[in-house]
Nanobody, 126 residues
Framework: HVQLVESGGGSVQVGGSLRLSCVAS????????MGWFRQIPDKEREVVAV???????TYADFVKDRFTISKELATASLNLQMNSLENTDTAMYYC?????????????????????WGQGTQVTVS
């Protein structure tokens, strides 16, 4: 099964940018739906973006064209480029993966459907 390790979080000013990376090991990421989720203390985890095995991405409404999800097969990594960061983007960000085919079609956006998670990386915008 795949193991995931995130990096790239940190503190940034409003309007700044960060690039999160998630390196996968143990299996080829081409078999997986992969996504970024985030959680603020005392709030429900929410989807940020999901990328299917064909490279099609879906984003949460709050992203508003500020973030871009991508993957690099050569480095087995999933990335999230975040621009124009806002205070409300402050959260712990998690990388997740689930085998493509778990859903009847496409890749789901409910974190409860994903079985493989990284440890998270903190993003703080102030």
């Amino acid at each position: 099964h795949v193991q995931l390790v995130e990096s790239g979080g940190g503190s940034v000013q409003v309007g700044g940018s960060l690039r999160l990376s998630c390196v996968a090991s143990g299996d080829t990421i081409s078999r997986y739906c992969m996504g970024w989720f985030r959680q603020i203390p005392d709030k429900e985890r929410e989807v940020v973006a999901v990328l299917d095995t064909h490279g099609s991405a879906t984003y949460a409404d709050f992203v508003k064209d500020r973030f871009t999800i991508s993957k690099e097969l050569a480095t087995a990594s999933l990335n999230l480029q975040m621009n124009s960061l806002e205070n409300t983007d402050t959260a712990m960000y998690y990388c997740a993966a689930e085998i493509f085919g778990y859903w009847s079609s496409g890749c789901g956006r409910d974190g409860n459907d994903y079985n493989y998670w990284g440890q998270g990386t903190q993003v703080t915008v102030s």
